[in-house]
């Protein structure tokens, strides 16, 4: 089966950290751009962030910039997102899907409509 599955969620303090995961488990994801979208409760799907298939080329939301990094290994078939200095504006379901986008290029445009689980991330004191 193939699907990529997020994790590394949970309930962090305002100001913290967090770092998630995206697997891809029945298919090598080193050829696709991948990219993050979140979303919260009574809030429309949002583009988070993306990265080209070489890992050459990354985009942010603008709200989002420095604060959020996103990083692949395709050795480990996974791509990760760093998320720093969390705030209380930041608490959603998180999922990642290919994207379009080649080598050197990415786009916050999903390649398909299938959203797995996603992982939530709670931002709480």
């Known amino acids: 089966q193939l699907q990529l599955v997020e994790s590394g969620g949970g309930l962090v303090q305002p100001g913290g950290s967090l770092r998630l995961s995206c697997a891809a488990s029945?298919?090598?994801?080193?050829?696709?751009?991948i990219g993050w979208f979140r979303q919260a409760p009574g809030k429309e799907r949002e583009g988070v962030s993306c990265?080209?298939?070489?890992?050459?080329?990354?985009n942010y939301a603008d709200s989002l910039k420095g604060r959020f990094t996103i990083s692949r290994d395709n050795a480990k078939n996974t791509v990760y997102l760093q998320m720093n200095s969390l705030k209380p504006e930041d608490p959603a379901v998180y999922y990642c899907?290919?994207?379009?986008?080649?080598?050197?290029?990415?786009?916050?445009?999903?390649?398909?409509?299938?959203w797995g689980r996603g992982t939530q991330v709670t931002v709480s004191s």
């Open positions: 029945g298919f090598t994801l080193e050829y696709d751009a």
């Open positions: 990265i080209s298939s070489s890992g050459s080329t990354t």
């Open positions: 899907v290919p994207v379009v986008g080649f080598l050197h290029m990415c786009s916050m445009i999903p390649r398909n409509d299938y």
